[in-house]
């Protein structure tokens, strides 16, 4: 059934809307294999299993046509060098794109083709960033001391790919370097001939 239309607000202090119908919770122990360091990695989840990021969304039907929309949050954290963030995907959907509207904190999205070509685009309060068909997607959250609070808009039959981009990796990896971001090639990347 098409949508009726609605309104919700964002919070101008937190950037948390007043109503949403989905939450969704990703804690460390879900996001096994996708810290570059497994050691450090290992020895957190043996201490504790700290919430990394929340997602809040309204609920809409998948029909095409329709946009997803909704807040997530990330935390502030990090396993070893590198910064609490998303699992990050590809849209089932390929050629589906996304916006995203910087609420709160500093961060940075990291996004890349399935060809290897890939970017990294900083996010301050009032950034907007475009995620063109196409391109995987991972929000990192690189202020230690603020939550990451992004708006993000897509075409709500796009869907999730996780798998792809969780097994050939990232190809750069951002991590904390005396207290600034350093944007590091990831040692375990697969480049597409090696897939
Ligand atoms: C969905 C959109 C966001 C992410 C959210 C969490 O297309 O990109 O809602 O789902 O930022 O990231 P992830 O990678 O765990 O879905
Ligand atoms: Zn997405």
Redesign the pocket.
Known sequence: MPQQPSSFILSMTDGLPDRFDHH?T?YLSAMRGQFIDQKAYQERLTKEDPLL?D?F?IKLSEMPGEL?H?V?VIHPGKVGDEYFM????F?LVLDTA?VYYCLRGDGVMVMETPEGDWSVEEMHPGTVVY?PPRWA???VNVNLESDLV?F?V?PSN?G?D?GSIEQQGFRKLILDRDGRYEIVDNPNWLPPDLR
């Open positions: 969704t990703r990021y997602v969304e997803q909704g997530s998303t699992k990050g995907h849209h996304e995620v997607h991972r929000s992004l993000f897509y796009a999730h996780y």
